[in-house]
Nanobody, 124 residues
């Protein structure tokens, strides 16, 4: 059974930092593209960042420079370092796995598995 478990969301003040993690099991983690997607309150899903199996990274313009995605293929864990957080970064953050086989995509239709999400609230 594939599991993606996000951790370390929480409440942070504007300008602060958080690191989210996503522990993966039951899949060939190193061969999967991995993505962070978020859903702000009352809005639809918003792509945040993707890291390919190759290590190539992509970011939404809204988070470029402030967020850094990374992966540890030994620990089967995905991370995102979020700096200079803004109130508009408030959302439920989900990690997603796929496609596999070394392919890479940021389209939700290409994701095979999703985590349960972790809440990030940026507020003073």
């Amino acid at each position: 059974e594939v599991q993606l478990v996000e951790s370390w969301g929480g409440l942070v003040q504007p300008g602060g930092s958080l690191i989210l993690s996503c522990a993966a099991s039951g899949l060939t983690f190193s061969g999967n593209g991995m993505t962070w997607v978020r859903q702000p309150p009352g809005k639809g899903l918003e792509w945040v960042s993707t890291i390919c199996a190759s290590g190539t990274t992509y970011y939404a313009d809204s988070v470029k420079v402030r967020f850094t995605i990374s992966r540890d293929n030994v620990k089967n864990t995905l991370y995102i370092q979020m700096n200079s957080l803004k109130p508009e970064d408030t959302a439920i953050y989900y990690c997603a796995a796929g496609p596999d086989g070394g392919e890479c995509s940021w389209y939700p239709a290409d994701f095979n598995y999703w985590g349960q999400g972790t809440q990030v609230t940026v507020s003073s």
